[in-house]
Structure formats: structure tokens, C-alpha cells
């Protein structure tokens, strides 16, 4: 039955939204509320400028196979986990080995990936934010290992070509870096880890480049920011590696590191307060 023109009471259906991401019109509001839905929950994609968003939780999203495939049942092997955000830098690990594992009800009653410190990664070699003024990087990450990887591209070590996000553990204090090269003029520059306080437990880390400086926070608290020289991000290979840095591949030694990871979220810009403390 088609919906009338006026409208009839018990009407039930969706409303299109037709308002600016993150702003909702009355009818979409009323609609919600009926539904016990309201205030719509936050989404990374009401912002603008996302890149990439890989969510654990979402079972829909966790493959096993770098193509195709069926989705992955409990305990079962990750071979590609894709991406929400649209832009399709769905991260694939081909060997069988090298797999993380989907574990269920981990954390909050939402599901994690489970990296083994020995030979776990997931990677994308389409992934690439060079030449941009800025970034943010969000994870949600549980390390086990005394230094946990979380994230970051291309070649992870000094001199860094790119951006790495890291949460180290160590005797409940972590390590919170966000620390890349910089193009100025030429030159480059590395930032400082920041270390933060914490507990053996998940961490929400986020870390942000504004063309100017750099900051590290965990779970809403921010380190002390890193002036660096004003320019662009530069990554000299398009490529985004989860659980493994120093690749063999890009001319460097492997490193695995062990870790339950829930969630990363990359914008391609530095978010304001207001909008990062919303994510």
C-alpha cells in the first residue's frame, strides 16, 4: 500500500534524510523517537573527510577469504576485513597462518580481532595520505605484549615514510605515539612518543597531525603536542599495515605484535575537539 499523500496515523516508514550529515529534520526526529531510537546514535561517517573505518563488532564486514569468501563464525580466521567507510581499503592478509582471529563478546559485549604477536597482520597496498595537510586516527586496542603496533603506513621505523599510531604497554603505562615524516621543503620530521597512564586494559587512543603539530591522546586524554615543521604528510609507497611494522616488503625487518583490536577509524584531516571527543 503506498503511502497517501497527507499521510496516515501509524505511517511507520523511514524518513529520507535530507538535512546535513549529523543534523536531523523534525519528521526524522519524531520518527526516531517513535521507534525508541532517539537521540540517533554518533557515526563516524557524519563527518566529513573520512577514509577509512574497520569495526570489529560488525560481523557483516569480516571475511575468510581476501576476496569473496563467507563471513567468519566465532574463533574462526580473518582474511579480509572491509572497510565502512566507502572507500574500500578493505585490509587482506592472503596466508592462512598470518590470519587474526574474530573472538566474540570481548569487550563491552562487542567483538575484537585477535593479533598473535608472531606472524598476524592485515594490510592494504591502496591506502596512501601523501601530500595531505593533516590526519586523525582513532583505534580502540587492548594490548597484550609488552609494545602493541596499532596502526600505521608503509615503512615504520626511523626514518618513518608516513604516519604510525602506537599504544606500547609497559607496567600500566602506555606509550601513546602519533609520530610521522613531515614534508618541509624537503626536510622531515619525526615526532616524540607521549606516555599517558593506564590500565592493563582497552585503550581508546586517538592521534592527530594539523599541518603544524602533532598529539597523541588516550581514552579523551592528550599528551603534550609535538610543534613539527608546517607541511604536508608524506608516504613515499601507498600502503596500511595493522599488527605488523618494518615489513620485509618494504625493505626492513618483520615485527608482529600482539593485541585485541576493536576498531580504527582515519579522517583526512585534524578533527576539532569537538568533533574528535564525538568519535
Wanted: proline share 3%; hydrophobic share 35%; glycine share 12%.
Amino acid at each position: 500500500m503506498s503511502r497517501p499523500l497527507g499521510g496516515y496515523i501509524g505511517y511507520d516508514a523511514e524518513p529520507a534524510t535530507t538535512a546535513a550529515p549529523g543534523i536531523w529534520t523534525l519528521r526524522e526526529a519524531e520518527f526516531y523517537q517513535r521507534k525508541a531510537q532517539w537521540p540517533v546514535p554518533f557515526a563516524p561517517d557524519v563527518l566529513t573527510g573520512l577514509q577509512a573505518w574497520y569495526d570489529a563488532s560488525d560481523a557483516s564486514t569480516l571475511y575468510d577469504a581476501t576476496t569473496g569468501g563467507s563471513l567468519v563464525a566465532a574463533d574462526g580466521s580473518v582474511a579480509r576485513w572491509e572497510d565502512k567507510s566507502g572507500n574500500d581499503y578493505h585490509m587482506t592478509q592472503g596466508t592462512a597462518g598470518s590470519r587474526p582471529a574474530r573472538k566474540t563478546a570481548i569487550q563491552g559485549g562487542l567483538d575484537v580481532l585477535r593479533f598473535d604477536g608472531s606472524d598476524d597482520a592485515l594490510l592494504n597496498s591502496t591506502f596512501n595520505q601523501n601530500g595531505q595537510a593533516g590526519t586523525t586516527v582513532f583505534g580502540v586496542v587492548k594490548t597484550v605484549s609488552q609494545t602493541s603496533v596499532l596502526i600505521g603506513t608503509y615503512k615504520l621505523s626511523i626514518p618513518a615514510n608516513g604516519w604510525l599510531a602506537n599504544v606500547g604497554n609497559s607496567t600500566a603505562t602506555y606509550g601513546v605515539t602519533f609520530e610521522g615524516r613531515i614534508d618541509n621543503s624537503g626536510g622531515s620530521y619525526r615526532s616524540a612518543a607521549r606516555s599517558l597512564t593506564g590500565s592493563d586494559d582497552f585503550v581508546v587512543f586517538s592521534g592527530k597531525y594539523d599541518g603544524s603539530e602533532q598529539i597523541a591522546y588516550q581514552n579523551g586524554t592528550a599528551g603534550t603536542a609535538d610543534t613539527a615543521p608546517s607541511g604536508n604528510i608524506v608516504q613515499t609507497a601507498a600502503r596500511l599495515a595493522v599488527g605488523q611494522v618494518n615489513a620485509a616488503n618494504d625493505g626492513g625487518s618483520n615485527a608482529f605484535y600482539e593485541m585485541d583490536l576493536g576498531e580504527i577509524i582515519i579522517y583526512n584531516s585534524a578533527l576539532s575537539d569537538t568533533d574528535r571527543e564525538a568519535v
